[in-house]
């Protein structure tokens, strides 16, 4: 618990000294399944996005939280270089990691290292209210910790979108990911986190006060594992949230 604490710490400490938001999530997954009652109640959430004359960078990192402190940290950082002068292409190369543990197990465990590369393809309209972002990606997964967590090639399709609605009153954004896992019914996760936002910047009096109030949905199949240590449902599970923009 203690290397969970200070992985903690540090992922926040980075990502919060260049991030350009920071969210809050109060988690109802164990509230609405009586079957996800080791499930965190709260997440916060960092994340950054840096353009540069070769193409962007992006990173973001997840600290979850149990009642009694830090449940486990989770991040990830890609590197797209454009392919081509006003092209929409891009290569793109990108690093998932973590740890978590369970509140009803009181077991720890760190998430398989995985590696990612592919094509990217990236719009948005002229004044940037609508941007679209689709990745075909080759993904390693290297030897974890237990017996079970064996290496593996995998391949992972990517959508990330962002919408902003009501002259920026209003944004919808998130992302889809569908990778192969053979270690799952079906051979193939989902999970997608679409998020909607009311920025009150954007309301008279209210400019320079750069809160936004919202939600994001954990929609997944294979994905979240419950109290007897199964990931094999479908799950669509809420979140109430805060975020404010720097």
Known sequence: MKRIVLIAALLLAY?????????????????????????????????????????????????????????????????????????????????????????????????????????????????????????????????????????????QATAVWGIQMAKGLCTFSGFLDCWYDPNVQGKWILLSEPQFWVNLNHMKGMEDFNLSLGTEVEISNNFVWNDQGQNNRFYAIPTLAAKWSF
């Open 15 to 155: 990502a919060a000294a260049h991030s350009q938001n920071i969210q809050l999530h109060y988690d109802l997954g164990h509230t609405l399944n009586g079957n996800l009652s080791g499930r965190p109640s709260v997440t916060t959430t960092v994340e950054m996005f840096k353009p540069d004359r070769w193409g962007s960078m992006f990173m973001f990192a997840d600290i979850d939280y149990f009642h009694d402190g830090v449940a486990g940290a989770y991040w990830e950082v890609s590197r797209e270089l454009n392919i081509g002068k006003d092209s929409p292409w891009a290569a793109h190369v990108e690093y998932n990691g973590g740890t978590s543990s369970s509140q009803v197990t009181n077991v720890s465990t760190r998430f398989q290292h995985a590696i990612l590369a592919g094509p990217a393809w990236n719009w948005h309209s002229a004044d940037f209210s609508r941007t679209l972002s689709l990745q075909a990606m080759f993904k390693y997964y290297f030897k974890g910790q237990n017996p079970w967590n064996k290496a593996f090639s995998s391949f």
